[in-house]
């Protein structure tokens, strides 16, 4: 919502940018909507022009997590995967 809004979009025009509804960018900016696909995340991240990162990490207790993060700039996209330690 707030990238949204700083872009000086509507929804409307963010959903025309990635080829979807607006009915389907009100719910993924409802907060209590919980069906966010990775795919449709990318989209919108690209068509705000920011990075998308999503990660995997160890619960507490647990010796060593892997750190998964993608990052996308345009249409680049650079898989990193971090080791992590967690005490």
Partial sequence: Y???KERGLTQADLAIKIDTTQSVIARMEDADYDGHSLKMLQRIARALGVRFCAGFFAMRGE???VSI??????????????PTRVD
């Fill in 2 to 4: 707030r990238l949204r």
């Fill in 63 to 65: 010796y060593e997590s």
């Fill in 69 to 82: 993060t993608q990052e996308l700039i345009g249409d680049a996209e650079w898989p990193t995967v971090v």
